[in-house]
């Protein structure tokens, strides 16, 4: 069954550095989404990707972030410069059509020291 | 107006019982409620969803009651196993034309299940 991978599953920095979060979403898949999850809280959306451009983001998703679907399968999330805060869970998800379901990778676990 | 309300935030059930949890929304123009299952360490993953246009779906040990006119949707899981410890969100979008159909998706706050032996 097709799935969603993201890579790497930890990364640890540094405050202010640069991450760069990737993921493969399924392959037939046009839609695509970063939400994130503050440990032991609710999952929270980020930023939704058509068409290679950002139909919607959150107030969250400010201008430390960005998006970018550089080949034909990868989708990638970019921190520029990282806070404590920004340590979380960051999922990706993708989805096939517009009523269709959303299916989620296993996750980034992003710890800034 | 964008919060989906869930409810417990735990719930301890014994094995064999019947486990349920509430959501409750505000947004009328939501329409796709989908509920996902999380184990420690994991991604959610889909259970199960369900449209306005039907009140009740099922799928095994797994039933979404939907009230449309309370903006109400639970989640029965009958015959509950330990394997079913995990947590459950709920979750609702709307597909209409203002959102452009790009669906992201209101979470609720989890409730953390656990299913005693």
């Known amino acids: 069954e097709p799935e969603v991978t993201q890579t790497p599953s930890h990364q640890v920095t540094q405050m202010g550095q640069e991450v760069i979060l990737r993921c493969v979403p399924i392959?037939?898949?046009?839609?695509f989404y970063w939400y994130r999850q503050i440990l032991g809280q609710k999952v929270e959306f980020l930023v939704s990707f058509y068409n290679n451009e950002i139909s919607e983001k959150s107030e969250i998703f400010d201008d430390q972030f960005s998006v970018e679907r550089p080949d034909g399968s990868n989708f990638t999330l970019k921190i520029r410069s990282t806070k404590l805060e920004d340590s979380a869970m960051y999922f990706c998800?993708?989805?096939?059509?517009?009523?269709?379901?959303?299916?989620f990778g296993p996750g980034t676990r992003l710890t800034v020291l | 107006q964008q919060q989906v309300k869930q409810s417990p935030q735990s719930l301890i059930v014994q094995k064999g019982g019947i486990s349920i949890i509430n959501c409750a929304y505000e947004n009328t123009a939501f329409d796709y409620f989908p509920w996902y299952q999380q184990f420690p360490g994991k991604g959610p993953a889909l259970l199960i969803a369900?449209?306005?246009?039907?009140s009740e779906k099922k799928e095994g040990r797994f039933t979404i009651s939907f009230n449309k006119s309370a903006k109400q949707f639970s989640l029965h899981i009958m015959d509950s196993q330990p394997g079913d410890s995990a947590t459950y969100f709920c979750?609702?979008?709307?597909?209409?034309?203002?959102?452009?159909?790009?669906?992201?998706?209101?979470f609720g706050a989890g409730t953390r299940l656990a299913v005693h032996p």
């Open positions: 392959s037939n898949h046009l839609y």
């Open positions: 998800a993708s989805r096939h059509k517009p009523r269709f379901a959303q299916y």
């Open positions: 369900i449209r306005p246009d039907v």
């Open positions: 979750a609702a979008s709307e597909s209409g034309l203002i959102s452009g159909g790009y669906n992201k998706l209101i």
